[in-house]
Nanobody, 125 residues
């Protein structure tokens, strides 16, 4: 049974940092494409960062490039999203997700097979 559990969200001031974690069980990162999505109230779920199963391909949304870093620890089956220089526009519920099969379609939430429960990030101005 696959389970994804996020942690690390919270309230931070503009310009601050947070590190989100996603602990995975029931799957191995070498065989699954992994991603972070976020969803703010009244908005669609959007892709923040993704990494292919082999780790050779990665994606960052334009709005977070240079500020967010997506890494994974294969031995611990845990991935991270280091978020620096946070802005109020980054406030949202953040979800980790896992996708099997081809890496293509990584930007579509519907293509993902498993989701975590989400962790809230709130950035105050």
């Amino acid at each position: 049974q696959v389970q994804l559990v996020e942690s690390g969200g919270g309230l931070v001031q503009e310009g601050g940092s947070l590190r989100l974690s996603c602990a995975a069980s029931g799957l191995t990162f070498s065989a699954w494409h992994m991603a972070w999505f976020r969803q703010a109230p009244g908005k669609e779920r959007e892709l923040v960062a993704a990494i292919s199963a082999g780790g050779s391909r990665s994606y960052y949304a334009e709005s977070v490039k240079g500020r967010f870093t997506h890494t994974r620890d294969v031995a611990k089956n845990t991935m991270y999203l280091q978020m620096d220089k946070l802005e109020p526009e980054d406030s949202a519920a953040y979800y980790c997700a896992a996708k099997e099969g081809y890496y293509s379609g990584y930007n579509f939430p519907a293509r993902y097979d498993y989701w975590g429960q989400g962790t809230q990030v709130t950035v105050s101005s």
